[in-house]
């Protein structure tokens, strides 16, 4: 009982990390061009930032096997850490060139923190309330999302002290975990198995695995379609629609509002429908929302359409994560979140394909390409979850790839008592 009492306090930590961490992003790096504008007079950098990201998205598969071998807790913190001097360098930072490799720095550090500390959870997490805590932990983060930027503002938005604020409670956070014992419920066995694999055969036997493919596809399409949804959505709004630009505040305020308070009812209806389930009726909500903005253009159907996008996301997110989490096992956990990680691509995909597009043919035809990339998600999902294992694991590990199959069943298809 003790044992099951650690862990939970140890979940929380992470979740309540997590918020804090989010918090110290948001209210810096939400900043970044008023920061090149303000302190180097500068446009859009976005070189810098495209390329860091990009570099993120190939190191993340790496540390990802990495954990696997070394521990998760030490390439996390690790990261941490990295992140903490980076936003320090971004501050202090006098050069453009300075500034820009300090931020290369960050946006590696964010990209690797993520799936790494998803994966670290599953670790701590019972299998059973490994639902329960990704979700809580999907809302922490969209508490500092909606409070960071708050903070910027009232702060002074892309102020050197809140950089060197936001890499204090990174560097805080790092050193809290560093000290922490992590309550893994993996066996011995599992740990040295773990240890033994060489991370180029790991990163190699995880691409090998078929449903991981589908599902980093499939993974890329939907965050194409919420990850900057911002991005594609303000500049059609303030063209077209009367008011577009308050309009557009409303309905960014209206999605933190949903996320916060839908995420328990979306919640248990995956625990009820399943994760590939709500994954597609989520994809189905995507499409129906980006129909509902390009057809409307009065302020209520658009904060309907926005309501259905968000439940949407609501749904497609912890779904994504109990599926890539259902086909893993305790030895290759790091590896296929860190693979999966790759699917952010979508961040640039969405955006850059969305801007031409609108550029091109107007709301019709960025619209229709957002829809149209929801429905390709689901159908990629749903391919992805009846593929088989990899041959190498059916060979070499009977035991974990039954575990496995049927593990994306009852965690991935079915439900959570």
């Avoid at 006098?94 to 820009?100: D, G, I, N, S």
């Avoid at 609108?358 to 979850?385: K, N």
């Amino acid at each position: 009982m003790e044992y099951e009492e650690q862990r939970l306090k140890h979940v929380l930590f992470l979740i309540i990390g997590s918020g804090l961490v989010t918090i110290a992003r948001a209210m810096t790096l939400s900043f970044l061009a008023i920061k090149l504008q303000q302190s180097f007079g500068l446009g859009p950098a976005m070189i810098g930032a495209l390329l860091g990201a990009l570099v993120g998205a190939i190191a993340a598969p790496f540390a990802g096997s990495l954990s696997d071998r070394v521990g998760r807790k030490t390439v996390l913190t690790l990261t941490l850490l990295s992140m903490a001097f980076a936003l320090v360098g971004m501050g202090l930072a006098e050069t453009v060139l300075a500034f820009c490799l300090a931020q290369i720095v960050a946006a590696v550090a964010v990209a690797i923190y993520e799936p790494i500390s998803r994966a670290l959870m599953s670790d701590v997490c019972p299998e059973h309330a490994r639902l329960k805590y990704f979700s809580w932990r999907y809302t922490a983060s969209n508490v500092g999302w909606a409070v960071g930027p708050l903070i910027g503002i009232a702060a002074g938005a892309a102020s050197t002290t809140l950089f060197l604020i936001a890499g204090i409670v990174y560097a805080m956070f790092a050193f809290a975990l560093h000290l922490l014992q992590v309550p893994l419920h993996r066996g011995d066995v599992h740990q040295a198995a773990a240890s033994a694999v060489p991370v180029f055969q790991s990163i190699k036997a995880t691409v090998r695995d078929p449903r991981l493919a589908f599902f980093v596809a499939g993974g890329m399409l939907p965050i194409a379609v919420y990850g900057q949804w911002s991005a594609t959505l303000a500049p059609y709004l303030s063209d077209n629609v009367a008011g577009g630009v308050e309009i557009f505040a409303y309905l960014v305020s209206i999605n933190g509002a949903v996320v916060l308070i839908g995420n328990p009812f979306a919640r248990r209806f995956i625990e009820r429908a399943g994760a590939l389930d709500a994954l597609v009726i989520g994809c189905v909500l995507f499409l129906l929302s980006e129909i509902g903005f390009l057809t409307s253009t009065a302020f209520w159907s658009l904060a309907i359409s926005m309501i259905v996008f968000t439940i949407g996301e609501i749904l497609v997110v912890p779904s994504e994560y109990m599926l890539v989490d259902g086909i893993s096992s305790d030895r290759n956990r790091g590896s296929y979140f860190g693979a999966h990680s790759f699917s952010t691509v979508g961040n640039f995909v969405g955006p850059t394909l969305g801007g031409v597009m609108l550029g091109a043919f107007g709301g019709p035809g960025m619209f229709l390409l957002l829809a149209g990339f929801a429905a390709a998600s689901a159908i990629l999902f749903a391919v992805g979850t009846r593929m088989p294992p990899p041959k190498a694991t059916t060979q070499h590990v009977r035991t974990e790839t039954a575990d496995t199959t049927s593990g994306l069943q009852l965690r991935g298809c079915c439900t959570y008592v």
